[in-house]
């Protein structure tokens, strides 16, 4: 029986399957609590609009904070713009507001600036003006936990120095990746311990190898992955196909050859979660070999739960 020697060289080869899917939206979202100097009736900025307005006449500056814009972005998600769209109007076109995002409740990155309009002149005229965009990180980073906390928001100051400005409302929409990756993070070759022939006819001897998984999702997911074998170089016969097996993420050992959950969840955090996957070669079920290696393949695929296995 050529077993033992069949199968003393292995070689391992992992081929990974990633899925980042399309961006998307949450939003537009408004303001729930605000923070003011030098603005009267700053209340009327928060919420939808009513055609009631925070004000400010005479010289530029004063701070308007909007905050509490209950965004609930997934952990792993990359943030990839903020549109901002103030509900607005100046009494001439010299007037207007200056918009800074709020970072932890400080004001970070780019200003960028609304001024008055014909025909939006007084508060019962004021209408939507939009800065940033679907793109635009305003000159500095984000993460999910900076946008979903409760002082995030915007800074308004008043542009002009005689006149007034009105907000009636502010709200904002997040632009960000759906992500779903999968990544090696360790691997092991398959080996064992066999000395004789007789050990493997005699019982079930594993060559049992372990591949760690990293996983990054904003969704619900579900990792699928199964290993395949071939003689490597050709000329040496092929293992059987229950040989093979790999264990779900029940912990049951299922055939290798077809493609099993190994792993599933809920949305991970920024850094992701690691997914343990153990697979194993039957010797006994190997059948007789000739001399020469054997090359495992494991493949994985991520996908949203529920969607079967390829």
């Not at 918009?99 to 005229?125: E, F, H, M, W």
């Not at 990054?216 to 490597?232: D, I, L, M, P, Q």
């Not at 912990?251 to 850094?271: D, H, Y």
Request: hydrophobic share 40%.
């Amino acid at each position: 029986m050529n077993l033992f020697r069949a199968i003393g060289t292995l070689v391992l080869a992992v081929t990974l399957g990633s899925l980042l899917v399309q961006a998307v939206s949450q939003g537009p979202n408004y303001a729930s609590t605000y923070a003011a100097t030098g603005w009267s009736n700053a209340s009327a900025a928060v919420g939808t609009p009513d055609n009631t307005c925070a004000e400010r006449t005479g010289a530029g500056g004063g701070s308007l904070d909007l905050t509490g814009f209950g965004f609930t972005i997934p952990d792993a998600a990359v943030i990839q713009g903020i549109t901002v769209e103030v509900d607005m109007a100046a009494t001439t076109s010299n007037e207007g507001v200056r918009v800074r995002l709020l970072k932890g409740g400080s004001p970070v990155g780019n200003t960028q600036d609304i001024y008055g309009i014909a025909g939006q002149t007084g508060c019962s005229t004021s209408a939507f003006r939009t800065v940033g965009g679907p793109t635009d990180l305003w000159g500095t980073s984000w993460t999910a936990a900076d946008i979903n906390s409760a002082n995030f928001g915007v800074r308004l100051s008043k542009l002009g120095s005689t006149n007034t400005a009105y907000v009636d409302a502010v709200r904002i929409t997040i632009e960000y990746q759906d992500v779903m990756t999968v990544s090696v993070i360790s691997g092991t070759a398959l080996s064992a311990n066999v000395t004789s022939a007789s050990q493997v006819e005699n019982g079930i001897v594993p060559f049992i190898g372990q591949t760690t998984l990293q996983v990054v999702a904003t969704r619900n997911w579900r990792v699928c992955a199964k290993v395949n074998a071939y003689s490597y170089p050709p000329g040496a016969d092929d293992p059987t196909a229950n040989a093979l097996q790999i264990r779900d993420y029940l912990g049951n050992w299922q055939p290798g050859g077809s493609s099993v959950v190994v792993g599933q969840g809920a949305p991970t955090p920024a850094g992701g979660i690691t997914v343990t996957v153990d697979q194993r070669v039957l010797l006994a079920s190997f059948g007789d070999g000739k001399i020469g290696p054997y090359q495992f393949n494991l493949d994985y695929s991520i996908d949203g739960q529920g969607v079967p296995c390829p």
